[in-house]
């Protein structure tokens, strides 16, 4: 038994102001122990690592895009923050490529001592500009079911958001359900409600095959679907904002209270 899986479920955005604007689309996230990556490779006919198939996971679609392994990537960002977690699992929850395309908004890591807690939780946050930043926040071994977790924002992502706004994360992380839930606002509200919910399901050439049958271009719709809701809220008359330089660091570490180092 492997801990990869699959979570079928939907993304939901709600946009409060300038104007309202909301839309769900159906989708299937993976969740990747990363270091099940090359067994997954070898077991499933329809998934390749690093190479072309139905479904593949590149490794240079994550991270610093360099050949190093993305688990060394990411112990590497946890060490350099004083976050240890030894050899612990590392697990990716994220969009596979399908048919050699993907574009991940969201990639989630979420990050296990050896003992199988989790300590800390990776936001690697993709724009369409080809630009990428992580928030890295540990995580309370107090944390319930629920875990809460908040940073301001410092990277750029949305044309019609201000950098002056806060996220805040509420997430349930992987079990037989998984919920990624984020709030964003600004000095007096909410700005944007932005949720993936899913279901797990077994990660199997059967259920690979049923996921691609029931969505055949998802990855693309994921892209299409940024650019085709980017053009209705254009429409609406909603501003758009400058788009900073991006930071120079690669990844936030925020405290457990939210503020940055």
Known sequence: MTQSCLYAGQVMHHRMKPKKHRFIYRVTSMLIDLDELDQLGRTLKWFSRNRFNLFSFHDRDHGDGSDQPLV???????????????????????????LGYVFNPLSVFYCHDESGQLRAILYEVSNTFNQKHNYLIPVDHAASDQIRQSCDKDFYVSPFISMATRYHFRMQPPGSR??????????????LHATFTGQRRELSDQALLRTFFSHPLMTLKVIAGIHWEALLIWR???PLQPRPTPPAHRTTLVSQTGEHH
């Open 72 to 98: 060394e990537q990411v112990r590497s960002i946890l060490s350099a923050s004083g976050i240890n977690i030894g050899q612990g699992s590392i697990r990716l929850l994220c969009y596979p490529r399908l």
């Open 178 to 191: 998984i919920a990624v839930c984020i709030r964003q606002t600004d000095s007096e509200s909410a700005v």
């Open 236 to 238: 609406k008359k909603v």
